[in-house]
């Protein structure tokens, strides 16, 4: 039986694959101490999605410790040497990352590399899967030219129509706290596929999203601006007239690709996913298909300052991930994607 240990087994990510690959008969381990409820406070307690985990997976063994501890870290891969890690654990805010710098380096860049040793190791056939993040370009995304549509901005050069591609910069460029975090652990992940050889691969994500998010105004995009519609509460824009867009994928899909990823390795590889083109949509645009769902105005605030090195408009290309690995797409829809976030909050806040 083929063995997944999951760093932030708890989080959106993680549980998703968690869940995923115990479906398909693997043995899952899953690293997570509830960190989030810590950064976030208790709307983003992921204790229920621990608890559901431990209900629904039959496999599933949960490890509550700090993955910056270096010596439980090493323990754990010697105990599991597991066939594939996946490594989701991370202060995942963008603007929480400059009131904690120490604390988001530690477990975004240190802990990768703590992995990535030990991985070397103890588990040096695994393929390792690093969630990286669209944040590795920092806001240079934002030096091209942008046409204003009616509600979203969008990028003006047909060259630009499928999105950021893997060769944009990485650098000379506004990342803010998290996003050099995140280029520091991605660029040491390629390293340890190109200098010692592992199957080790960065996933830059545009916005992730499901039902398995304890979602706060910090992070969580799309599921935090379904449940502040479904409460009747008022969301909060920074800048750029509400028309700042984004591509969403679902976790789900994030799995999809983690598995095929695992069925191909390469080595030291890096890919833009997201939801594309088709799943992109503005702040503005996603009241519409809220309202479209509840019936119910989204009650908004308009702040005029932007969020420091906010994307206007970021859009993953999918064409490398898609060349790749043919098997590979998206099956979750925006409508969808929507629906599902509806659904699930109505249930949850009942
Ligand atoms: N959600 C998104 O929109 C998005 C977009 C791009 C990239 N990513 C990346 O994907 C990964 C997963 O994101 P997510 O949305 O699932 O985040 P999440 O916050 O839902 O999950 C991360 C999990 O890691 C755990 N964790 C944090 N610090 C820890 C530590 N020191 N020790 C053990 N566990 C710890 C948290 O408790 C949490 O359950 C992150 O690396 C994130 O940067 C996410």
Known sequence: MQKLLVTGSNGLVGSTVVE??????????GIDNNMRKEFFGTNADTGWMLSKLQTKCKRFTYFNFDIRDRKMVEECLVE????????AAAQPSHDLAASRPFDDFEINALSTLILLEFTRRHAPEATFVYMSSNKVYGDAPNELAMQELEYRWDYALPDYY???????????????IFGASKVAADVMVQEYGRYFGLRTCCLRAGCITGTGHSAVELHG???YLTRV????????????????VRD?????DIATFIEQFHDNPQIGEVYNIGGGRENSCSIMEAFGYIEHLTGTKVKYEYIEQVRRGDHICYISDLKKARLNYP???????????????????KQKLN
């Open 20 to 29: 995923y690959f115990d479906a398909l008969g693997w043995r899952t381990y």
């Open 80 to 87: 599991v040497r597991p066939d594939m890690i996946v490594h």
């Open 162 to 176: 499928d999105g950021i591609s893997e060769s944009f910069r990485i650098d000379r460029s506004q990342h803010s």
């Open 221 to 223: 995009f799309l599921s």
């Open 229 to 244: 519609a479904i409460m009747n509460e008022t969301y909060r824009i920074f800048g750029y007239k509400g028309k700042q």
């Open 248 to 252: 969403n994928i679902d976790s789900y």
């Open 327 to 345: 098997g590979w797409n998206i099956t979750k829809n925006l409508p969808t994607i929507f629906e599902n976030l509806v659904d699930s909050w």
